[in-house]
């Protein structure tokens, strides 16, 4: 049942990908969502660091939606969910079932609000060389670092929204700074 659910997200939501491509700037237009508006959108960080507490508190309060929503005149938050990256660096970050409930209470507040969200696994340049911030090497360029907990939290992602339509999934931020790495065969 999994893996039918997430075909058929996987399926849906490359059509509206290749549509929202197809209508961005570089074809002349902008992203559009599921009802054809324009995504107008905000970021929001998630995570257990406790420097987060209050953009965490500001991104389950509804409130906050609303006036997102009534006043700034957006209609999609892009929650950014950054404890993979906290983790790769050793530093104080919560565990997938931790951070569960705030994507949770995110996606309901989209909901209730008729917003768009999309989520992201936001681990920035998590397949490069991390270093601490001293500048040492702490763990060396790996292009398959992080494999499953990107497995298990996607999973997890598909299981959870397969039929929400005002959802959509940005797959991975930014995993490597170079280009270089893009092209290269063991990262595709």
Same mark, same amino acid.
């Given at each position: 049942m999994l893996i039918k659910n997430m075909r058929?997200?996987?399926?849906?939501?490359?059509l509206l990908f290749l549509a929202a491509l197809f209508?961005? &700037?570089l074809f002349g237009g902008t992203l559009l969502d599921q009802n054809g508006d324009r995504m107008r959108a905000t970021p929001i960080i998630i995570g257990g660091a406790s420097g987060l507490? !209050?953009?965490?508190? #500001?991104?389950?309060? #509804? !409130?906050?939606w609303i006036t997102l929503r009534d006043v700034y005149k957006l209609n999609t938050v892009r929650l950014c969910w950054v404890d993979p990256y906290y983790e790769d660096h050793?530093? &104080?970050h919560w565990t997938l079932s931790q951070a569960a409930p705030y994507i949770d209470q995110c996606v309901q507040n989209a909901a209730n609000a008729g917003m768009n969200i999309i989520i992201n696994y936001h681990n920035t340049a998590e397949?490069?060389?991390i270093k601490d911030q001293y500048g040492n090497v702490i763990a060396p360029i790996d292009l398959t670092r992080n494999q499953q907990e990107r497995l298990d939290f996607w999973t997890l992602m598909a299981n959870s929204y397969?039929?929400?339509s005002h959802v959509y999934f940005e797959l991975v931020n930014e995993p490597v700074w170079s280009y270089g790495f893009y092209t290269d065969t063991v990262f595709k």
């Open positions: 058929k997200h996987i399926r849906t939501n490359l209508a961005s &700037p507490t !209050n953009s965490v508190n #500001y991104a389950t309060d #509804y !409130n906050n050793g530093w &104080p397949n490069q060389e397969a039929n929400d």
